[in-house]
């Protein structure tokens, strides 16, 4: 049974650092999409970035472009949220994700059925 299983989250004030990550166990192999969307309260849940296997690359929000880097582990099946001078904006539940297959909308949570748990991030001074 395929498990997306998170940690790293917790509170930092402005201009911190947090390091997220997920592990999808219970695959043989790698999931071709890896990554993460957020969620704050009343708002819908937004992309945040993504690493895609088979093109060799990671796609980001413009809003956390420069900030945010995802990098991942095959062999752990796992893959990493970096994010760097968090502002009180990216408060949100971060939830990790994956697909087997790439999708052109892969900004789109809609297109995603697998999904963590979730893990708190708090930017407060």
């Known amino acids: 049974q395929v498990q997306l299983v998170e940690s790293g989250g917790g509170l930092v004030q402005p201009g911190g650092s947090l390091r997220l990550s997920c592990e999808d166990s219970?695959?043989?192999?790698?999931?071709?999409?890896m990554g993460w969307f957020r969620q704050a309260p009343g708002k819908e849940r937004e992309f945040v970035g993504i690493s895609a296997w088979s093109r060799r690359t990671t796609y980001y929000a413009d809003s956390v472009k420069g900030r945010f880097t995802i990098s991942r582990d095959n062999a752990k099946n796992t893959v990493y949220l970096q994010m760097n001078n968090l502002q009180p904006e990216d408060t949100a539940v971060y939830y990790c994700?994956?697909?087997?297959?790439?999708?052109?909308?892969?900004?789109?949570?809609?297109?995603?059925?697998?999904w963590g748990q979730g893990t708190q991030v708090i930017v407060s001074a």
């Open positions: 219970g695959r043989t192999f790698s999931s071709d999409i």
């Open positions: 994700t994956s697909r087997v297959r790439h999708h052109v909308n892969y900004w789109d949570f809609r297109n995603y059925n697998n």
